[in-house]
């Protein structure tokens, strides 16, 4: 079974950057898209980015020209490029092979002055 070790979050201020990577084990990676989501305390979780087999990507309205996502099918590992970043971004990011109920233990993210 497939499983996805997240990795590359902390402590950043406001308008600092991070980058979030994704490995997966397996040789399963490259046939699915994959997708970053993030749940704050006490919210749900919820989108945050999706990047297709060929690398096409799709991103939620509140991050659409912070956050830049990525993959690396050589390496079963895709990331994401956090730029910009706000208090509101705050949370715990997961990654998904989308269509596997198989997730990571999250990373956290701490934007905080």
């Known amino acids: 079974q497939v499983q996805l070790v997240e990795s590359g979050g902390g402590l950043v201020q406001p308008g600092g950057s991070l980058r979030l990577s994704c490995v997966a084990s397996?040789?399963?990676?490259?046939?699915?898209?994959v997708g970053w989501f993030r749940q704050a305390p006490g919210k749900q979780r919820e989108f945050v980015a999706t990047?297709?087999?060929?690398?096409?990507?799709n991103y939620a309205d509140s991050v659409k020209g912070r956050f830049t996502i990525s993959r690396d099918n050589d390496r079963n590992t895709a990331h994401l490029q956090m730029n910009s970043l706000k208090p509101e971004d705050t949370a715990t990011y997961y990654c998904n092979l989308l269509g596997l109920s198989v997730w990571g233990q999250g990373t956290r993210v701490t934007v905080s002055s």
């Open positions: 990047i297709t087999h060929f690398s096409s990507p």
């Open positions: 397996g040789n399963i990676f490259s046939r699915y898209a």
